[in-house]
């Protein structure tokens, strides 16, 4: 069974860091392409940014609100997925969620996805 | 790139059938048979309930099927019961820039 498991959200100031966490089990981790999308309290949905498997390049790309601020990484041995968030804004308060292909393409929708963990930007 | 547009709302009584659209550009929902459709219950996570316009993935209820004409998607569904009553979002696979992925607005579906 696929499991994505998210941890480190928390309460920042603006301005402030933080780095989420999601530990994968029950797939090929390093063959994934995984992404984060993000839900701001009472929103839609809004993907943040994906990260390609070693295989493939290992290649990340992120949406315009957050480029330049976030970072997506990997580390294959511990099958867990990072998001590094800097300089961070009021509007970026959301839920997160660590989620991946449902099939192995690029084009995969986000078949699995984690429970989420809340990050609270605020002074 | 903009999010797709969806009705707000969308309400039924039990056993009617429902249809949530989905409108965006040849950019996305025009321009490739990349649609998702998302079941949201308050305080979950999304769950994938339609890919690739109309196909569902295993263990989702017949009663969701989902099609495409032009810039525009639907889903609807048959038999409404009341364990449907969620929030409902698009997306759409976007190959050749960032956002990789772009989502609908979310229609809140109500069961009489």
């Known amino acids: 069974e696929v499991q994505l498991v998210e941890s480190g959200g928390g309460l920042v100031k603006p301005g402030g860091s933080l780095r989420l966490s999601c530990a994968a089990s029950?797939?090929?981790?390093?063959?994934?392409?995984v992404s984060w999308v993000r839900q701001a309290p009472g929103k839609g949905l809004e993907w943040v940014g994906r990260?390609?498997?070693?295989?493939?390049?290992?290649?990340?790309d992120y949406a315009a609100p957050v480029k330049g601020r976030f970072t997506i990484s990997r580390d294959d041995s511990k099958n867990t997925l990072y998001l590094q968030m800097n300089s961070l804004k009021t509007e970026d308060t959301a839920v997160y969620y660590c989620?991946?292909?449902?099939?192995?393409?690029?084009?995969?929708?986000?078949?699995?996805w984690g429970q989420g963990t809340l990050v609270t930007v605020s002074s | 790139q903009s999010a797709l547009t969806q009705p707000a709302s969308v309400s039924g009584s039990p056993g009617q059938s429902i249809t949530i659209s989905c409108t965006g550009t040849s950019s996305d929902v025009g321009g490739y048979n990349y649609v998702a459709w998302y079941q949201q219950h308050p305080g979950k996570a999304p769950k994938l309930m339609l890919y690739d316009v109309s196909n569902r993935p295993s263990g989702v209820s017949n009663r969701f099927s989902g099609s495409n004409s032009g810039n525009t998607a639907s889903l609807t569904i048959s038999g409404l019961q009341a364990e449907d009553e969620a929030d409902y979002y698009c997306?759409?696979?976007?190959?050749?820039?960032?956002?990789?992925?772009?989502f609908g607005t979310g229609t809140k579906v109500t069961v009489l």
């Open positions: 989620t991946t292909g449902y099939y192995h393409d690029s084009s995969a929708p986000l078949g699995y």
């Open positions: 990260i390609k498997s070693k295989t493939d390049g290992g290649t990340t």
């Open positions: 029950g797939f090929t981790f390093n063959n994934a392409w």
């Open positions: 997306s759409s696979y976007i190959r050749s820039s960032t956002p990789l992925y772009v």
